[in-house]
T-cell receptor
Framework: GENVEQHPSTLSVQEGDSAVIKCTYSDSASNYFPWYKQELGKRPQLIIDIRSNVGEKKDQRIAVTLNKTAKHFSLHITETQPEDSAVYFCAASKGSYIPTFGRGTSLIVHP | SQTIHQWPATLVQPVGSPLSLECTVEGTSNPNLYWYRQAAGRGLQLLFYSVGIGQISSEVPQNLSASRPQDRQFILSSKKLLLSDSGFYLC?????????????????FGQGTRLTVV
């Protein structure tokens, strides 16, 4: 089955800095890569996703890149703000199969 | 629009007592349904998933069971809770969403149930 590794487990940055979270996956057939944000005590919610036919996708301060050859994808947050503090999960899936989640990254943005 | 309801939000149960957590989805039909557990400071561990009524697949051996008596209802149960069953339980659903070039399966999560076994 699919295996998703996510790093780092904890990331601490100053407000205004950039943050990068990296994930690798094992199944080359995976074709959908969503990212979820989970604020403290709340449910995970989708913030951005990318399909395997796209190398990069951007939405305001958030961007995701995908390298299919190397089987890794990354989340980039620029100009971080305190409200970006949360746990971020990457995931990988293929077609209708259930997504496999990474273990999560706790992002802390210091004001 | 689609919504997912999960209850209760918090639960404190003694060791050895039974458990029943319920999850219902509105606004969609034949969803894939999932139960995840999130221990403190840990990631999302998939416990069960279901692709249809009465169809349950288990990902890990455990003290819990799941049932899907109706298309949009998913129940997580235990006959006798253990201390190690404490955690944050999340129900989620997804459905095939074809686009021009591929099929995406975004997952939508319920609000979660924080279970403390004492």
């Amino acid at each position: 089955g699919e295996n998703v590794e996510q790093h780092p487990s904890t990331l601490s940055v100053q407000e205004g800095d950039s943050a990068v979270i990296k994930c690798t996956y094992s199944d080359s057939a995976s074709n959908y890569f969503p990212w979820y944000k989970q604020e403290l005590g709340k449910r995970p919610q989708l913030i951005i996703d990318i399909r395997s036919n796209v190398g990069e996708k951007k939405d305001q301060r958030i961007a995701v890149t995908l390298n299919k050859t190397a089987k890794h994808f990354s989340l980039h947050i620029t100009e971080t703000q305190p409200e970006d503090s949360a746990v971020y999960f990457c995931a990988a899936s293929k077609g209708s199969y259930i997504p496999t989640f990474g273990r999560g990254t706790s992002l802390i943005v210091h004001p | 629009s689609q919504t997912i309801h999960q209850w209760p939000a918090t639960l404190v149960q003694p060791v050895g007592s039974p458990l029943s957590l319920e999850c219902t989805v509105e606004g969609t039909s034949n969803p894939n349904l999932y139960w995840y557990r999130q221990a403190a400071g840990r990631g999302l561990q998939l416990l069960f998933y279901s692709v249809g009524i009465g169809q349950i697949s288990s990902e890990v051996p455990q003290n819990l069971s799941a049932s899907r008596p109706q298309d949009r209802q998913f129940i997580l149960s235990s006959k006798k809770l253990l201390l190690s069953d404490s955690g944050f339980y999340l129900c989620a659903w997804s459905v095939l969403r074809p686009t021009h070039k591929s099929v995406n399966t975004e997952a939508f999560f319920g609000q979660g149930t924080r279970l403390t076994v004492v």
